[in-house]
Structures are given as C-alpha cells and as structure tokens.
C-alpha cells in the first residue's frame, strides 16, 4: 500500500533503520547521558556537602527521567505498524475544526457568532488524514502560482465566477482546470493598480509606490476578495495580509493562500483579534460585509486597537449617507468619537487617520470613547471591548516618525523590552538553521522528481517553498534569515500561547503574525502551508500537556502534499514525534547535528495520497 515517495530522502539520509535498532540507539544515548553527568558530578563532590546532596537528588532525578523517557519509548513503538492513522472521509478534504457552523447554529449562536471560531464545540476526536480532493495538483511555483492556480485545489462553485460582486473578484477568469487572476494587464479600467494609486493619492502622495516611505508597511486586508489588492502591495514589498471569516466555498483566505498570499481566517463579530493593539499602518475594507454602524460601533472601536497611530483605515463600496449634503452618516459620527479624521472620499472610496494624540481620548470633550481599564497584551481571543487600548503603551509611535529602513535599531529593542544579545544571538542561530535546511532540503526540493503514474513531467522548480510557517516564532529570526537569505517566500510567525508574547515585536519588523493556542488546530484551511517549522514547540507543548499527535495530525492537515516538516527539539521529544510522523505516513528522518548538543532536527516530508 505505501510507497516511498522519493528516493533521494534514502540517498541523503541512509536507509530507514529498524525500530529495534533505533530503540537500541536511544537508550543507548538515555544510558550514556547518565553516566556522563554522573560522572561529571563526581568532580565536583568535594566542593560543599550542600551542594553534593544537591548532586544525588539531580542525579536521582536524571535517572528516573530516563528510565521513564525509556518507558515513553517503549510504548510507543511498540505495536507501531498497524497503528498507521486511516484517511478522512471525502467530506473532509476542505474540513477546518472549529468552523462547524451547523454546530453552532444548534448551540444556538446567531447574527454571524455561527460564522466564529468555537473550539469548545468541537467534540469531534476522530483522528484522520485529511485527503486532498480528487483533481488536486501541485501548486505553480512562484511567482506564476500568485496569478494561475488549479481549479481542483479550491472549493469554488461556478455560481461564484458569475456573481462578480466586489472589484477585486472581478478579477478572476476561469479557463479549463485553471483558475487566472489577471491582476497586471492594467486592461480594466478599474483595475487594482488604479485602485491602490487612488488610495495612495488620497492619503497625500505621489503613488503608490511611496507607502513605504510613508510608514505604511503592514496592511490588514479584511474580507480580501482574492487577493488582488495585497499582491499588488506585496510587489510594493509591504506586507498585506488577508483576513476574512470561514467560508464553506469561494473562501477568500483559501484562495489567497493558494495563490502564495499571506491571510488567515478571522473575524470579530465577538472576539478581539489575536493580534496585540497598534499591530498595522494600514486597515482596508473593500465591501468586505462588516456591518459597520452596528453594535454601538464596536468594530470601529476593534480596528482603532489594532491601528497604529497615524495609521489608515480605507473603506471601499460601502455607500455612507443617503442623502447627499445633510447630516453625516452614523460612521462618519462615530469616527469623530474615536479621534479620527476623514482625510478624503472619491466616490465610493473614504480614508480616514487615527490620531496621533494619545492624549485625544482622555482629553473630555463630548462623547469621546472612554479608555479601557484594564489592557490585556495577550488578548487572545478576548470579548470585544467598547473602550479605547494602546494609548499607554510604549509602541505608541505615529508610522509618519518611523524610520524607512527596515533595520532593527537599539531603540527598537528597548521599546520591546528585549535584550541586544538575546536577539542578535536568536537571529544568528536562526541564519544558521536556515542554511542547515536549506542545504538538507535543496536537493529534494529541486531534484528529479518521482513521477506519479498518469502524470505529465512537471516543469521545474516544481516543488516550490512560498508559504512558510514558523509555529514557534520568537523574534522572527526564522523569517529575517529567509529575507536575508533572498528566498521568495513569506513566513506566518506564529507566538504560542504560554511563551513570551514576541508579537508586537514581530508586527513591528513589517512581518505577518499571530497567537496561537497549539492544543487547538490552526484557522486555516487543509493544504495552505508549503512548509512548517517548529523549534522548541515539541518539549513545550509537552509541558503544556498537550497530545503531540493531535499536533502532528494538524500540521499534517496545514501542509500540502508533499509539504515539509522541520522540527527542531530535544532528543526524547523527537524520538516521540518520529513514531508518530511514521504512523501518519510521513518520510521522516532525524538529523544528530552533531555538535554535541542533545538537540535533534526531524525532517519530514508529507506524502501525496491518492485514494
Ligand atoms: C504505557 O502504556 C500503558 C498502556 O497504554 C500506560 O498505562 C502507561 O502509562 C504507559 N507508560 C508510559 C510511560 O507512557
Ligand atoms: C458538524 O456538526 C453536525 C451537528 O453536530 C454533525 O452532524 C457534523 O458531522 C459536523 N461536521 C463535521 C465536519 O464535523
Ligand atoms: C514624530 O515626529 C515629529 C516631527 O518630527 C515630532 O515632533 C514628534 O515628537 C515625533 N513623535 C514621536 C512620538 O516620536
Ligand atoms: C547545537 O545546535 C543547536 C541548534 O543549532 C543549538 O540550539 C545548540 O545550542 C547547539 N549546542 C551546542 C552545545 O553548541
């Protein structure tokens, strides 16, 4: 039944040695761990007696580490080969846990809640492989892939072509199994490049290729249609990155992510986005469906959080007042409650500023929206509040003062209260893991590659790495090293819950990211990720008392066929995650770096199931 999916794993790596023999080698390792530390120890014994008391309960407590890491592993290999997880039903080939709206339909939540995230919901424990459906092809590389993607890959129905609502999806043409978005024909007349040139007039400037300059870096593009708008902005090399609520069919994040661009699914009919407040310069609405008078202005108030001062939110197709000249439209009062200013409109297109006065808030003049109390930095997933954040924080800096350079700068560290070395030495080992990989990877990625039967030759470099994931991204050190290093690709920096909450930090290099809870799957839709990487987040979720194969089985679900896992840990935890990488089909082989260290890299790779 299985197949092995290349051979050049085998030529790198060597055989796949027997379990028995790799038992043997663990122990082995576990085994010697003791003695050396034992007899490290000893040397010290004749120093204090406290501290050889401290010694013995060490020593003590090393030894039953390993004979119960020995156990772990002894369990968990044993019976391995009918363990093999079995493969998803096909109604699951676009399955993302957490978005059963149905489910929540019954649970009774409505006005939109059925559309949030319930995870508390989901009672469903079925572990599976989720199957890629029927037609499903291997993405065109990049940059070829941002404007042609396969038809079969999406959930779309043919209704959706036809019913060309917003501008950005008027985009789209279909032609045979293809799907094409021609973006840089410049041929309609209302295409996105005018579009962004009006918004960057609009906000005083020349064109649009002088946002950088104007500290418009990051941009939040919520409801993004499919995408057009923030591929036009990432040439412009900002980060836009898409946003929109589940979608049964047409989602704009699956398509976006299909197309190499950054989006993730959210919305904040209830919730706080997990992102800290002042994360974005620029917030973009293009009829992207929020009722924005509703709820006392409530999600006006959540895109104030997440603004930085100075910053723009741009406003596309929704009609404002009904008639013209009278009194100003139920927005445009709100907007004056939260310090911003309507900096201009063109037609169906309004921008407005948020202040860059802290001071506006608190500054008692009518009806102005109170500050909150309490602020909490790791709002993850939070109630939404209808108060005012951000104003006390130390990243309260106007995008106009921004330096363009895109280099961290001591003051930056000390606004995030992160030490010089801590970082630089992240960044370095970062730059190192990437050339480690890259080097391990390169050959694969770029070899020849195993036909599968009935396929044409694919055209190189068929297997493409543009979405990267990093699930575990401290200073987004993994990110900069792929910058640095010229790769086309883009990195999701995710912060788990639980560490130290690096995501400001990460935001403010101009980078995408959000929290994330590991013990709950990821708002993304199945084979979205090229590649996921994870140093650290093993032994982590492991104190966290999380399942390891619940994880795996996600990352599985995240990464699209023939996708690569990089895992970075502790020995023991690696031992553990390579069982279940086999019992979930992956190629998978552990890498001793070999500096002497019990650090261990796991290299995976998903395999392509066709059933
Ligand atoms: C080994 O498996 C048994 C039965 O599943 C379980 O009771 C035991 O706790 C496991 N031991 C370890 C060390 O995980
Ligand atoms: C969604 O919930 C309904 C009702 O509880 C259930 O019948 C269905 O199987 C669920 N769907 C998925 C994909 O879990
Ligand atoms: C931003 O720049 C202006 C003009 O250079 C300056 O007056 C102001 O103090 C700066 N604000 C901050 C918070 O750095
Ligand atoms: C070995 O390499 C890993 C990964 O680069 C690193 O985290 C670890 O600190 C190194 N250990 C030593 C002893 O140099």
New binding site residues.
Partial sequence: MRRPLFNKFSVIFGPRPPWSWLLLCCVSVLALIVVLSSSSFTSFESVTFSIKSDIYTNYRRLKEQTASDYLELTNLSSGLDNLEVGICGKEREHYVPCYNVSENLLTGFKDGEEFDRHCELSQDHEECLVRPPKDYKTPLSWPVGRDVIWNANVRISKDQFLSSGSMTKRLMLLEENQISFHSDDGLLFDGVKEYSHQVAEMIGLGSDAEFLQAGVRTVLDIGCGFGSFGAHLLSLKLMAVCMAAYELTGSQVQLSLERGLPAVIGNFISRKLPFPSLSYDMVHCAQCGILWDQKDGIFLIEVDRILKPGGYFVLHGTSLSTKQGSMASPIEKFTEKICWTLIAQQEETFVWQKTIDAQCYSSGKQGVIPLCAHEGIQSYYQPLASCIEGTNSKRWVPVQNRSSSFQISPADLEIHEIRQDEFYEDLE?SR??LRNYWSLLTPLIFSDHPKRPGDEDPLPPYNMIRNVMDMNARYGGFNSAFLEAGKSVWVMNVVPLGTRNTLPFILDQGFAGVLHDWCEPFPTYPRTYDMVHANGLLSNLITEGCSMKRLLLEMDRILRPEGWVVL?DKLVPIEKARMIATQIRWEARVID?D???D?RLLVCQKPFLRK
């Fill in positions: 080992s190192l893991a970075s770096l500096n002497g260290s650090q």
